[in-house]
């Protein structure tokens, strides 16, 4: 699905968000998700595969979506939003403070 993610900070995320069950050996599965900021004119851009309870940090995203921090904090924000598991560092807790999230 996509959202036009406006997280309050004067930005604004063209994001294509998916949820799905992924198969595994045998009759096990994992709620996943894929993230895709389409930062270049909503045609390209950058994805993140990742579980929906297996918690995500900011500095792993960051490192995965090639982004800055201010945009890694509203891109976990989302995530957060949407139910993932999400590790809230001081770091992010601080950015959104500072952003009045």
């Not at 579980?51 to 090639?66: A, D, F, I, Q």
């Not at 924000?77 to 809230?88: K, P, S, T, Y």
């Amino acid at each position: 699905m996509f959202y036009d993610y406006q997280p309050g900070n004067g930005t604004r995320y063209a994001l294509d968000y998916i949820e799905y069950d992924e198969r595994h050996y045998g009759d096990s599965t994992e709620e996943c998700f894929i993230l895709c900021w389409m930062k270049h004119g909503d045609r390209g851009g950058v994805c993140y595969k990742g579980v929906r309870n297996t918690p995500l940090h900011l500095s792993y995203l960051m490192e995965k979506m090639t982004v800055n921090p201010a945009d890694g904090v509203a891109l976990l924000r989302f995530l957060d939003e949407r139910g993932c598991a999400v590790i809230q560092s001081e770091a992010v807790t601080r950015e959104y403070e500072y952003r009045g999230w």
